[in-house]
């Protein structure tokens, strides 16, 4: 079965300043992953995900992940981040139909 | 709003109670998952339907655990004689499978339940 692992349970950073969130995975035949993230008190939504095609692919709130198949990772990085931004971050895997989450990354931006 | 929805939000129970989750999936969705998330990790797997057949239970699903989706749609989560093991966020999501493509899955907001 695939998995992922978070490298950072917690981030602490300023507004405006780049952040950048590491994953590695598992390797397998084929892969799909996700970052999802959950904003306090609100439900789990998706970010933004790698199926194929290109390995960089991009959310609609600035927020980018690198899909790299030599290093397995899958980390995510934003160049500028706002205080609306801290939440908890999960890198998340798809193997058949189920989805295996990271244990999660905390962002918290500070002004 | 035609989100995933969760009922209740929150429950607190004594051990030893019984309690049930609802969770009312996106309308047009023909699979419904429930997961389980404790304090300082991800949500993990239990169990899904495809309408109203249960595919698939996690080992982390015990015999205390039963979940059903009788007409396809809705589907609830029970756990009887609770123990303070059991106290975590479980979370419900539902996808679209069509053919052999998977869809994203959309999570409700949770019900946090504590066991005392």
């Known amino acids: 079965a695939q998995s992922v692992t978070q490298l950072d349970s917690q981030v602490p950073v300023f507004e405006e300043a780049p952040v950048e969130l590491r994953c590695n995975y598992s390797s397998s035949v084929s892969v799909y992953l996700f970052w999802y993230v959950q904003y306090p008190n609100q439900g789990l939504q998706l970010l933004l995900k790698y199926l194929s095609g290109s390995t960089l692919v991009e959310s609609i709130n600035g927020f980018e992940a690198e899909f790299n198949k030599s290093q397995t990772s899958f980390h995510l990085r934003k160049p500028s981040v706002h205080i609306s931004d801290t939440a908890e971050y999960f890198c998340?895997?798809?193997?058949?139909?189920?989805?295996?989450f990271g244990a999660g990354t905390t962002v918290t931006v500070r002004a | 709003d035609t989100g995933v929805s969760q009922d209740p939000r929150h429950k607190i129970t004594k051990r030893g109670q019984n309690v049930t989750f609802r969770c009312d999936p996106i309308s047009e969705h023909n699979r419904l998952y429930w997961y389980r998330q404790t304090l300082g990790q991800g949500p993990e797997f239990l169990t899904y339907f495809q309408n109203e057949a249960q595919l698939e239970k996690s080992r982390l699903l015990s015999d205390r655990f039963s979940a059903e989706r009788p007409k396809g749609s809705f589907s609830t989560l029970e756990i009887q004689r609770t123990e303070q093991g059991d106290s975590a966020m479980y979370l419900c999501?539902?996808?679209?499978?069509?053919?052999?493509?998977?869809?994203?899955?959309?999570f409700g907001p949770g019900t946090r339940l504590t066991v005392l």
């Open positions: 998340v895997t798809l193997s058949d139909y189920k989805l295996s």
């Open positions: 999501a539902s996808s679209l499978k069509v053919g052999g493509v998977e869809n994203e899955q959309f």
